[in-house]
C-alpha cells in the first residue's frame, strides 16, 4: 500500500462525518423541543416543536441509511439538509437559550455536511 488518500476513502470518512453530526443534530433537536415544552407559551407552539421533531427524524433516518450504505441515502440527502437549514435558522432567531443556539449550530453543520453528501460517489449508493 503506498499511503496516498483515494476518493473512496476520501467519501467514506465524509459520509462517517455526516452520521456523526446528524446523530448530534438529532439529540440536540428533542432536547430542544423538550425545551419549548418545558419553557410553555409561544415557544412550544406546535409549529417549531414539530420542526424540531421532524429534523430528529430525518437526522435519524439519514444517519441510519448512510450507516448502512442504502442506496436511497442520497435521496434522503438535500431534504435533510434543507430541515436542518430551517431549523437552524429558526433557532437562531429564536434569540438567546444556549440550548436553541447550541441546537442551531448542530443542525448547520449536518445540513451543510448532508449538502455534501448529496452528490457523493454514486457507488457508494449516493444517488440523487
Known sequence: MDGSYSAESNVH????????????????CLASAMRRIELGGETAGLVPVRLLLDCAELCQTHA????????YHGRLSPICAAVCEQ????????GGDPQFQACAEACRRAGESCQKMTYADSSLGATV
Not at 470518512?13 to 440536540?28: N, S, T
Not at 431549523?87 to 429564536?94: C, G, K, L
Open 13 to 28: 470518512d465524509q459520509m462517517q462525518q455526516c452520521i456523526d453530526l446528524c446523530l448530534k443534530a438529532h439529540d440536540l
Open 64 to 71: 441510519n441509511l448512510m450507516s448502512r450504505r442504502s442506496e
Open 87 to 94: 431549523v437552524a435558522t429558526y433557532n437562531e432567531i429564536a
